[in-house]
């Protein structure tokens, strides 16, 4: 069994490294087309790895994590366009204020589960889209903040691809350090049973609201960085279709995963852009995907190897 | 502001409120019995405003036409969302929430480029049925006949689910259901099928929404996410699944955003979020719902 | 005196589900409240825990009132609870869940760098050695047997520190020999770790076989608090269960 896991264990060290290998000297030989593709990637990747810490680790359906992603985004707009802060203040500033938003949102949404946590998570990343889609004097109202100015070094594709692929690793980092924690640890008992680590004498909602704003910061990283590359910023990253994007990339891969969501983002992007090149309908084949997803595969791609790896690995 | 004109602009928001009503009707019935979200109730009422504009324009914009539109379009509409419960919605009741909201997100985005393909990208518009293109006189004050109807309408609809929930043995069948399955199961009652009747009765009160507003709307698929999302807020500020809630929820936000325009043009439909954001913040559990605060 | 409950009274509208209880607990001591369905034992307990809060009356542990605060905080003063449905992780593995309890009762759950896996692996050993789980330390709880899920629960409230356990119904839904295998080792825990047992139970059989101490309640009121040899003497309690006449 012992031999098992350190053989497993092994194999993923295995995969870390090649995988980072890859994308390490992908600047050198991909055209430039691709390192824009990477970018996007990367940084959806980090936006549904910090709403997989909601979704997966606590098992709260959260149909407003957009909105953290987006005020990410306008934060660092903000902050570069109207404040004239130098980029990477804007960069650095951007989660904390995707963390006081978690912290307020959050505060009212925690103590519910199920459903009720989906409604009011999306009511408020609702309420937040529509204030960045009215208040013209302050986000721009529905033209957005476009013309961001950033340093010129980030112009370079290859520049910007080893920022953003740092700023993932490093997050990840972060996110398994802190699922592996006491506290990350302490999320999943409450998922697994609440009325159990109350009686462990914890405060349940305590927890899940720091786990919430957690979350929260490194969506606005993601949301940020977002911003960063296009060099604009518009509501609808927040709306609630964007949560919901972000929800399936989870699923899609598998919320039990660490991978998985990751997994889900660099399907779904590369989906998106190959099959809107060939049809206008991209929306009726997302929407068959996910319903063939529900059906046949509701632990996602990563919980579907893990089944088929069990069942090989005798005596497990 | 005059009389009259306060009269005209409550009469607008009157309309705007039965609109966002029968909206939101359907997703209330499906959220206090099924307690699912049901995210492709705007991609119905969609449907059901498109399928109502092929009518129309089959039977060539009579009067008859009309009638017999809305007697089938929506059903029509109807028997298509129950087989969507009967295969992809029905197996994930007992299962954890996150499945049945993406479910229906999916089905979503479904209809919304099923009625780009089948009704193109351009906007309609399904020809006003002679009988009401004429105005209707209150107090020396004109108003568009079908604004009136409209509004009969709506409280029509409110007074059929509410009679057929309280006061028929289907609806007490339905709120057993809801409340205790499994001891509705034991006696002998069919669960399943009664919860495809719940849904199949709440899509078809959004399809005839729908069917009701296409001779005074654009359509176009885009409406169905627009719907979607008043529907989802109509219910929040109700309280989940309550119905006198809903009615009430539609009337402050058709009220509060025909009057708030005469202040603030450009905010428009936000005003719905801000009455949203008050009720949240003060009553998070909605106007008529109940507290469900977990320790 | 480790428990003493004063005048105690909690209603739902017009029903008064405990009214004017007062009970006092020594170290050690191992009490049983029965009574008929509805006469408010569960009311009482969750009163004691916190998941009520009563409308008068005072819980005094230690000396300290614990009436209207909230669970978390009474388990933190000693008190822990066992369900009458097993309330386990159903999917973390036994060693895991006593580590969990460990990391909560340190009050280190805010710690965000230190792995969880390391932590207190010596004492979660201890723990599992006492109730007796060591081989199925890596089972996932919800794979466990009825009885070994209910151990692994007691290891919980044991994790936390408890000096009084509150048991409702421990042997609910049990075969009869793991009734008596899960009340052995309730028992042995209890004289081992000096802890006090407060429970409820519908077998008579365990409660006059286990409990020092029996309080009958009926319609919210304890009606006789005693020694089980008493109890079963006492005219009003054979009135009650037995129907007989004054």
Known sequence: MSQVIEKNKNRMWLWLLITTG??????????????????????????????????????????????????????????????????????????????????????????????????????????????????????????????????????????????????????????????????????????????????????????????????????????????????????????????????????????????????????????????????????????????????????????????????????? | MTGSEFLMQFMSGLTTAMIYFLIAAGLTLILGVLKIMNFAQGGIYMLGAYMSYTFIKLFGGTNYGFWLTLAIAPILVTAFFCVVEVFLIRRFYEKPAIYILLMTYGVLLVTYDLARMSWGWIIKTAPMPPMFQRPFEIFGLFFPLYNVFLIFMGFFIFFFIWFIINRTSWGKIMRAAADDREMTAALGINVPWVFTAVFGLGAWIAAIGGALVAPMAGLSADMGVEAGIIAFIVVVIAGLGSLPGALLASFICGEVQAFGILVLPELAIAFMYLVMVIVLIVRPWGLFGKPVIIK | MLLHIKSLSKSFGALMAVSDVNLEVETRERLAVIGPNGAGKSTLFNLLTGYLSPDSGEVLFKGNNLAKLPPDKIVRKGIGRSFQIVNIYPELTVFESIQMTLIASARRSYNLFSKAKNMFLKETEDILEKVGLSGLAHVPGELLSHGDKKRLEIAMILATEAEIILLDEPTAGMAPEERLETMALINELAEKENLTLLFTEHDMSIVFAWARRIAVMVLGRIIADGTPDEIKENPEVRRVYLGEKR
């Open chain 1, 22 to 316: 890859f994308f390490v000297l992908m600047p050198l030989w991909a055209p430039e087309m691709w390192l824009h593709l990477a970018i996007e990637i990367f940084i959806v990747a980090l936006f549904a790895m910090s709403l997989n810490m909601i979704l997966g680790r606590a098992g709260l359906p959260s149909f407003g994590h957009a909105c953290f992603y987006a005020v990410g985004g306008y934060a660092f707009a903000i902050l570069v366009v109207k404040l004239k802060l130098p980029a990477f203040i804007g960069l650095l500033a951007a989660p904390f204020i995707s963390g006081l938003f978690a912290v307020i949102i959050g505060y009212f949404s925690i103590r519910l589960t199920g459903i009720h946590f989906a409604i009011l998570t999306m009511g408020f990343g609702q309420i937040v889209w529509a204030i960045a889609h009215k208040w013209y004097s302050f986000t721009g109202g529905d033209d957005g903040i476009t013309g961001i100015p950033i340093p010129a070094i980030l112009k370079q594709p290859e520049v910007f691809y080893y920022l953003a692929f740092i700023m993932l690793i490093v997050s990840s980092a972060v996110i398994k350090v802190v699922q592996d924690s006491a506290f990350g640890q302490t999320i999943v008992a409450v998922r697994e049973n609440r009325e159990r680590v109350t009686f462990s004498g914890l405060k349940v909602w305590h927890h899940l609201l720091l786990n919430f704003v957690i979350a929260g910061f490194f969506a606005g990283i993601a949301g940020a960085l977002l911003a960063m590359v296009n060099r604009s910023v518009f509501a609808d990253f927040g709306y609630w279709t964007s949560s919901a994007a972000v929800v399936l990339m989870c699923i899609l891969g598998g919320v039990g995963s660490f991978v998985g969501p990751m997994v889900g983002a660099v399907i779904i992007t590369l989906l998106e852009h190959y099959i809107s090149i060939y049809t206008y309908y991209w929306q009726m084949i997302l929407g068959c995907l996910i319903i063939i997803l529900i059906m046949f595969m509701p632990g996602g791609i990563c919980g579907y190897i893990q089944e088929k790896l069990q069942k090989n690995e005798p005596g497990a």
